[in-house]
């Protein structure tokens, strides 16, 4: 009898396991936006972004985001290519990776409509380089099956923790500039749906 119990809660214990580590959020690239600020020549600010990001966020609350480089979009053909093969060599390191964890009691216990803000450590892979970034973010839940984490407050990432300082250089004197902002602020919004039970 005591063998049948044991035997009976074992596989109860591995039939939730396996179904909560089944479930997993998708991030909807439609409606996600990773954006990075660049500034020229002292004051010259523009907006660029990254058509192409995935990833998942499962339940145990580890969290991956992949950024396409080649998808940069700048709104200027030329430049999309120069920062493609000068700046981000997207033909030798195609993505840059943001890895972290989030509470999975933030997956588990939030209702539709609930809000949180959420402060929490990260790293990021760009090119050769991975490094430690916090991340102050704004999460939210749309619904039972559409999570949004946004930042809260701009990433700063330099030239130099990035290993981007030569590539900056090279878009400078290519474009006849006097200057180009080694620090570059990152914002995101990220949407994630839920696949699973």
Known sequence: MLIRWITLIATISLSFWATST???WTLDNDRSRLSFI???????????????????LLESGDAQVSVKLASVETLIPIRNQRMQTFL????????ATLRTNVDPLILSGF??????LFNTDATLTLKDK?????????????DGETLVISSLVPI??????????????KLRSLAGLPSI????PVSFV???RKHGP
């Open 22 to 24: 089944w479930a997993q």
């Open 38 to 56: 660049s500034t020229k020549a002292g004051d010259i600010a523009e907006v660029h972004y990254f058509k192409n990001l995935s990833g998942t």
């Open 88 to 95: 981000f060599q997207s033909d030798i390191f195609p993505e």
């Open 111 to 116: 209702n539709a409509g609930d809000t949180l």
């Open 130 to 142: 991975t490094i430690p970034i916090n991340l102050n973010t704004l999460v939210a839940k749309l």
């Open 156 to 169: 700063i990432l330099t030239a130099q923790d990035t290993g981007l300082t030569q590539g900056i250089e």
């Open 181 to 184: 902002s080694q620090s570059v």
């Open 190 to 192: 990220l949407t994630f």
